[in-house]
């Protein structure tokens, strides 16, 4: 248990929270022209039952909440606030929001009304670094990408369809376009940013839609379905039947997703059990490897959440 000072009338307010990269040594927060400002030496925190910040804000009449990133001076807002009535007040990635006035938008936990609040987030955010111009991404991503072509292949050979779903601008497809000159590889993100990429090979085509409500039909079907990084920001509700949808129209499909115990993390990501998910629904496993402490798989997170790869085949119910 941790408390934080508001400095306009040293209201102490107790907090849980969880450190998601590294460990804090506290967690300041103060009052300066109406706004509270959070200042975390790491990259990423967690805030669990975020209903006492609020109510710290409301008695400080503080109409602004932001986290800054001391490391690179960065800003990441704590994103999805749940309010005492079990509704949310919705954030995003610019440094600053609306907590209490101006009509904050509120999402309740309707699932369709949180899907279409990710929906439109996606749609709208243009510096999350997967939409970031390739040479500008981490050199860890791009391993990433490397250790997904390795991974297709040894699961599907040389595999003719590749799609991958939540592309953003397309540095896998890149990788994997290269390394499967043959196969028709295609992209679907969300984001209009995804798709303006000029470095793609030629067997690489890249569209907007909303993975959430596509026409899977029309789509058709591949050899090989995969997401990396995407599945974390699809709630706990949707992501079931999305699953069982891309299991019906591929052969073989894998997923590089954050794994950790299965909560609302914040607006934009879900840790979960794959392997809890997957027997959930009745789907079969072809291997759940959790990278917790790899120097480059883990991405920097903690002990209590860790990148995990999934693999699965729709050959194995044949």
């Given at each position: 248990?941790?408390?934080?000072?508001?400095?306009?009338?040293?209201?102490?307010?107790?907090?849980?929270?969880?450190?998601a990269w590294g460990q804090p040594r506290s967690l300041a927060v103060r009052c300066d022209s109406g706004?509270?400002?959070?200042?975390?030496?790491?990259?990423?925190?967690?805030?669990?039952?975020?209903?006492?910040?609020?109510?710290?804000?409301?008695?400080?009449?503080?109409?602004?909440?932001?986290?800054?990133?001391?490391?690179?001076?960065?800003?990441?807002?704590?994103?999805?606030?749940?309010?005492?009535?079990?509704?949310?007040?919705?954030?995003?990635?610019?440094?600053?929001?609306?907590?209490?006035?101006?009509?904050?938008?509120?999402?309740?936990?309707?699932?369709?009304?949180?899907?279409?609040?990710?929906?439109?987030?996606?749609?709208?955010?243009?510096?999350?670094?997967?939409?970031?111009?390739?040479a500008k991404q981490d050199e860890e991503a791009h391993e990433i990408s490397q250790l997904l072509v390795?991974?297709?292949?040894?699961?599907?050979?040389?595999?003719?369809?590749?799609?991958?779903?939540?592309?953003?601008?397309?540095?896998?497809?890149?990788?994997?376009?290269?390394?499967?000159?043959?196969?028709?590889?295609?992209?679907?993100?969300?984001?209009?940013?995804?798709?303006?990429?000029?470095?793609?090979?030629?067997?690489?085509?890249?569209?907007?839609?909303?993975?959430?409500?596509l026409d899977w039909e029309a789509l058709g079907d591949f050899d090989v379905i995969f997401t990396a990084?995407?599945?974390?920001?699809?709630?706990?509700?949707?992501?079931?039947?999305?699953?069982?949808?891309?299991?019906?129209?591929?052969?073989?499909?894998?997923?590089?997703?954050?794994?950790?115990?299965?909560?609302?993390?914040?607006?934009?990501?879900?840790?979960?059990?794959?392997?809890?998910?997957?027997?959930?629904?009745?789907?079969?496993?072809?291997?759940?490897?959790?990278?917790?402490?790899?120097?480059?798989?883990?991405?920097?997170?903690?002990?209590?959440?860790?990148?995990?790869?999934?693999?699965?085949?729709?050959?194995?119910?044949?």
């Open positions: 248990m941790e408390t934080i000072r508001i400095v306009k009338g040293e209201l102490r307010v107790p907090v849980e929270i969880f450190v706004s509270v400002l959070v200042h975390v030496p790491m990259r990423r925190v967690l805030i669990d039952r975020a209903r006492w910040i609020i109510s710290s804000i409301r008695t400080s009449r503080a109409r602004f909440l932001r986290v800054d990133l001391v490391e690179d001076c960065a800003v990441f807002d704590l994103g999805r606030l749940r309010m005492a009535d079990g509704s949310y007040l919705i954030a995003n990635y610019h440094p600053l929001y609306f907590l209490m006035g101006q009509r904050p938008e509120k999402i309740t936990n309707d699932s369709v009304d949180r899907g279409n609040a990710n929906a439109k987030f996606w749609r709208e955010v243009e510096k999350y670094h997967e939409h970031l111009p390739l390795s991974k297709v292949r040894a699961l599907a050979g040389e595999p003719k369809s590749i799609l991958e779903l939540g592309c953003g601008a397309g540095r896998n497809l890149l990788y994997i376009g290269n390394a499967f000159p043959d196969a028709k590889v295609q992209g679907i993100d969300i984001n209009p940013a995804g798709i303006t990429s000029r470095e793609m090979p030629e067997n690489v085509t890249i569209r907007q839609g909303d993975i959430l409500n990084g995407f599945l974390m920001h699809i709630n706990h509700n949707d992501v079931r039947n999305l699953m069982m949808s891309v299991h019906r129209h591929s052969k073989f499909h894998l997923h590089f997703e954050l794994h950790g115990p299965s909560f609302e993390w914040d607006y934009h990501r879900y840790p979960r059990s794959y392997r809890k998910l997957m027997n959930e629904i009745g789907l079969p496993q072809l291997e759940y490897a959790i990278f917790a402490r790899h120097k480059v798989y883990s991405y920097g997170l903690s002990s209590s959440f860790a990148h995990a790869l999934l693999t699965s085949s729709s050959l194995a119910n044949q």
